[in-house]
């Protein structure tokens, strides 16, 4: 329960951090005009979600290896395939109900403040 905590909140705070950070903002600038792909990644919360969710789920599935058969070894690749999948639904999700939410919030000023 712990992990899957754990990768939940790395992926969406890794991909918001990439995606619209801005500590990233000249990094996401200079691989937009050196690189097309990475470029595209870096500005795409699903894409980039995918990749986090790839690094995540590697960091999860090596930290339980020494603890697991070579059967587990060998599904490795499939399973961190499917970490970048569910990092590429979590991070837009996230961001859809992160955009909503704002939305929402009225900026309009007080009766005390006119």
Not at 65 to 90: E, V, Y
């Amino acid at each position: 329960m712990i992990e899957l905590t754990l990768f939940i909140l790395s992926v969406i705070g890794m991909t918001n951090i990439i995606v619209d950070g801005s500590i990233f903002q000249k990094r996401r600038e200079e691989l937009e005009k050196k690189s097309p792909f990475w470029g595209q990644v870096v500005m795409c919360h699903q894409c980039c979600g995918f990749w986090c969710g790839l690094i995540c789920g590697l960091c999860i599935l090596i930290s339980e290896a020494p603890q697991q058969s070579i059967w587990f070894l060998i599904g490795i690749p499939f399973k961190t395939f499917l970490f970048g999948c569910a990092g590429s639904l979590l991070a837009p999700a996230y961001d859809l109900l992160y955009q909503f939410i704002l939305s929402k919030i009225e900026f309009a000023p007080s009766n005390n403040e006119t």
